[in-house]
């Protein structure tokens, strides 16, 4: 797939990943165009239903950043959600869905290189695996889960998945 | 396991007398055969319906925060539940949790010699057909129009029954039962090493695949303990998750949602598997969840009652090896 430009979004914490995506905007750093920038408090905030939504409705990888442990505005929120991201990461990839579309580091205020590469890296690895085609919303339209089927009935599935 | 039965009813019919307790929870037979069914015990009420044998499968401490809430009026009786070895896991979680005080409960313990998946048995017979369940140490004796077969006990355990390693309740005020102590130690389940080993394509393909069963009832999130809120993110409307369509891609949405609330909090009692009317392998994600955690963070949810759930707390060096550097 050479020209495929994947749509990633990005969560970046108010305090530290943001400000490291302004400096590197105003250092005229650049970077892939690929990333919809979505800011949050702290990346404590970040919720994985926040992460599945984004992929059900049609990004195909997320990038989250946070201040690095140590630096949180809030003391510890990125501590809490580093033990969090851990999980999600885990489950994420035993479900079935490629390590690399969901992504998180860290980025603090003073890194603009760093996020720029960051984005780089991460546009390239998603570039790669090229667009999310399972579990969007809409690769089911032709497979509505069917009420009347049982475990007998096996095959009504086939061909929705990986088309 | 006659004697074991009488031996409840003997305490709470004690129980009651001494006013420790308003209302029991415990189980009494079903309506179908070899299938119980939640009891919920008042002074008055008729203690012989009450039942204890190998069907007795609902994790009875999902009721407990709502029983619980609706007995506080004022006085300081307590409520009795009947507590396996997983279900008092559940318990200790939800005092964890701060949806109960250890002062609400009465626990009366039993060594639970692990619980028949009644669909193993009825896969070799019919329901229809029988007519008199009987029980020995070794074997449930079914006897039906013309006949009668022996199913070994042993060979007919739920899943998360089989090697389970909780079998002697953790907390109680009583225990009944020969309480031989099981290892209380959690070790990673060769089912999820074995799902692990596959290729993702294939991985998501069984995911998927399980998941197309499901119509979405919600039955498992009902069974669940760990399940009290008041308001599931499955019904929220602000914001609304995800729609409240059949399109697969939804289910998945549910699923992923709950199997990842219960990380760190998931007692692997399998009241979700049972309760899901479409044989959705659910433990088969629950449970590398359980694994993952006990990996990573050396916990052990519902055996203890100090240590913090691993999400709500954190160690300065927490391992990091997932995040991402740029290269
Ligand atoms: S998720 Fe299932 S196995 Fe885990 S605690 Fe809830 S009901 Fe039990
Ligand atoms: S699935 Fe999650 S939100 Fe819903 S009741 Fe269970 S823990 Fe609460
Ligand atoms: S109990 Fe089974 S069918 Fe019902 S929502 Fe859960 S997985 Fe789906």
Redesign the interface.
């Given at each position: 797939m050479p020209d495929f430009e994947p749509k990633i979004v990005a969560f970046l914490c108010n305090w530290c990943s943001y400000a490291g995506a302004d400096l590197a905007g105003v250092s005229r750093i650049q970077y892939p165009t690929n990333i919809r920038v979505i800011k949050v408090p702290c990346s404590g905030r970040i919720n994985?239903?926040y992460i599945?939504?984004a992929l059900?409705k049609g990004v195909d990888g997320i990038?989250v950043s946070g201040c690095h442990?140590?630096d949180c505005h809030y003391i510890?929120g990125n501590?809490?959600a580093?033990?969090?991201?851990?999980?999600?990461?885990?489950?994420?990839?035993?479900?079935?869905?490629?390590?690399e579309r969901v992504?998180?580091?860290?980025v603090s205020a003073a890194e603009g290189t760093?996020f720029a590469?960051?984005v780089?890296?991460?546009t390239n690895d998603i570039r790669k695996l090229g667009p999310l085609k399972?579990?969007?919303?809409?690769?089911?339209?032709d497979?509505?889960?069917?009420?009347s089927?049982?475990?007998e009935n096996?095959n009504?599935?086939s061909g929705?998945?990986?088309k | 396991m006659k004697s074991i039965e009488s031996e409840i009813k003997d305490l709470i019919k004690k129980l009651f007398s001494e006013k420790k307790i308003e209302v029991f929870i415990g189980y009494e037979n079903g309506t179908l055969p070899l299938r119980t069914t939640p009891y919920f015990v008042s002074p008055n009420d008729d203690l012989d319906k009450l039942a204890w044998n190998r069907f007795c499968s609902n994790n009875l401490a999902v009721y407990l925060p709502r029983v619980v809430a609706k007995k506080k009026g004022g006085n300081s009786c307590k409520v009795g539940i009947l507590c396996k070895g997983c279900d008092s896991r559940s318990v200790v979680g939800l005092i964890k949790e701060k949806q109960l005080s250890r002062n609400d409960v009465f626990i009366i313990g039993i060594v639970c010699p692990g619980i028949i998946d009644t669909k193993k048995i009825l896969s070799e017979i019919k329901s229809s057909d029988i007519e008199h369940i009987d029980e020995d140490d070794e074997n449930i004796m079914v006897k039906f129009k013309d006949g009668k077969k022996n199913f070994r006990k042993k060979d007919h355990l739920y899943e998360c029954c089989i090697n389970c390693e909780f079998t002697t309740p953790f907390v109680y005020d009583t225990l009944i039962g020969d309480g031989k102590s099981s290892s209380n130690t959690i070790t990673s389940s060769q089912k999820v090493a074995e799902f692990s080993a596959k290729s993702r394509q294939e991985r998501w393909q069984i995911f998927e695949q399980e998941l197309t069963k499901c119509i979405r009832c919600y039955a498992c999130r009902n069974a669940c303990p760990n399940c009290y809120c008041k308001e599931c993110f499955a019904e929220q409307t602000k914001p609304k998750w995800f729609s409240v369509t059949n399109d697969l891609s939804d289910i998945i949405f549910y699923h992923i949602g709950r199997i990842f609330h219960q990380a760190g909090r998931c007692v692997d009692c399998g009241a979700c598997v049972r309760a899901c009317p479409m044989d959705v392998d659910l433990r088969l994600f629950t449970r590398m969840l359980v694994d993952e955690v006990k990996e990573r963070f050396g916990y052990d949810p519902g055996l203890n009652f100090e240590e913090a759930p691993p999400l709500t707390t954190f160690a300065s060096d927490d391992k990091q090896e997932f995040i991402t550097e740029p290269s």
């Open positions: 994985l239903l599945i939504r059900q990038l442990p140590g510890s501590l809490f580093r033990r969090k991201f851990a999980l999600m990461k885990k489950f994420l990839e035993y479900i079935g869905i490629e390590p992504q998180f580091t860290w760093r590469q960051v780089e890296k991460v399972y579990f969007r919303k809409n690769d089911y339209n497979k509505k889960c069917n009420f089927s049982t475990s096996p009504f599935l929705a998945v990986n | -």
